[in-house]
């Protein structure tokens, strides 16, 4: 299996708790974020949310679809969720919330193994590829949440 770790940050110019009520809102992911092509809850967790198991798959520019499940480990609202991916992608997945005069700094962070075969060959330019989807998905990303924010996401 081939290692990752891919970091994103975000300035959303909105306050965490609306950047907050958006990205928890799991099941609308589809509706703005391009490249998710759905989120289905497969088990509920506790009342914060922790114990959540969401599938996911993700689409990029290339013709093929990532099927992920990642589980909530750790929940704090408006400050940072940490979760476990399994299937095609496993590993962790952090994101953390810093809110200051009234923007919203988002960091995501995503120490992951690829499982599918073909993202493992032992050649130079599967990592680039791997990467080069991953930075497409999250400028989907960042532009969905500007829309949707109805704010800018430097």
């Known amino acids: 299996m081939s290692d990752y770790n891919f970091q994103t940050t975000w300035r959303a110019t909105a306050g965490a708790n609306k950047v907050w009520e958006v990205l928890a809102d799991y099941g609308k992911w589809p509706n703005w974020w391009r490249g998710i092509r759905s989120v289905e809850v497969i088990r509920d967790g506790d009342k914060s949310g922790v114990g959540t198991v969401l599938r996911q798959r993700w689409h990029s520019k290339l013709p093929y679809t990532l099927v992920f499940d990642l589980e909530m480990l750790q929940i704090e609202t408006e400050r940072f969720l940490i979760g476990r991916a399994s299937g095609d992608l496993e590993g ?24 599918r075969w073909w993202m493992n060959l032992p050649i130079p330019f599967t990592s680039r590829i791997v990467r080069g989807s991953f930075e497409t998905i999250m400028e989907w990303g960042r532009e969905g949440l500007a829309r949707t924010l109805c704010a800018p996401v430097e």
Not at 104 to 110: A, W, Y
């Open 92 to 115: 962790t997945c952090k994101w953390i919330l810093a809110p200051i005069d009234g923007v919203t700094t988002l960091h995501f962070e995503f120490d992951i193994r690829t499982s």
